[in-house]
DNA sequence: CTTCATGTAACTTGATATGTTACAATATCG
DNA sequence: CGATATTGTAACATATCAAGTTACATGAAG
């Protein structure tokens, strides 16, 4: 089962917009994120709609973030994305009449919900900020490298 | 993202399997599974490779259960169903060049391995005898209400 | 020797995420 | 004002991949 890397994709693109003071286009944010303007479009407008960017037509438009880098968590982010799926596995039956299946979803149900409330902790744990920080932590030491 | 309910349909039927004593087909299991025969071979074909089945051909062939059921834990049904993904959240590029990318990777990766360490952990500690216990303390009472 | 079963390869189908095209709407620049 | 740059979005196309299906070989039991 392929993974959903559109997390991953959205967080790289939000960083770069971190590090500019223009807006960014679609088509600038498509080659970071390795894929087209419209997809781009596309999975803002989630992150648009819940306020963490805006956008702008036109000449000089594009997308900007538009709170506090240090206002916004992982978990933000994935909600504005639609709040896809944590985990591959599921139950077979939602609600089965019978009662052995019953038993082995309340027993798969238990691990499921603790593993995605974990996930979902340490995401809105991390906020944009650290990982900005991060990057820049080890961005540093690499440009003294150049210098020296 | 469709969800992967393989592992709760073989557990379903390995509780059944677990209550008759007398080898099921794969036509039975199919019923109870929600599928066809050839799906159930091919699924179950990883949980007789681990030893945790045997099959049988011909006349009054089928499936049973080759151990002991305090022996089995969902950790290795799952395992022996091709361990197949657990999150259906990934990083976008495995190894990417760009810092940024780094960063947003080392955030998502920790998060993504203490989950599923942590589901994986759960389905170890549950074996099919648990399962099947559990199924049978619920199933008493009702058989009580009806004779009463 | 017929019937009932599994084993497995090959093919088909279906769901869905992603990519693409097309065009409307709108903002800026000269 | 007209040319150009940009987003917004619907509609369509493509690719992928799990699941389903068909077909037939193999082997065991009556």
Redesign the pocket.
Known sequence: ??R???LSAVLHALLHMAEQDR?????E?SMCM??????V??T??GL?EAGFVT?????????RIAVDLDAISLKDIYDALGASPVLSLGVHVEHPQCLVEQAVNRALKGAFSEAEALLLERFADVTLKQLVDDYRKRAKPARHEKRS
């Open positions: 089962m392929k959903d890397g559109r807006a960014m286009t679609s088509t944010l390795d894929t087209n303007p419209v997809v479009r596309r803002m407008a648009r956008s702008d037509k036109g000449h000089g438009g594009g997308w």
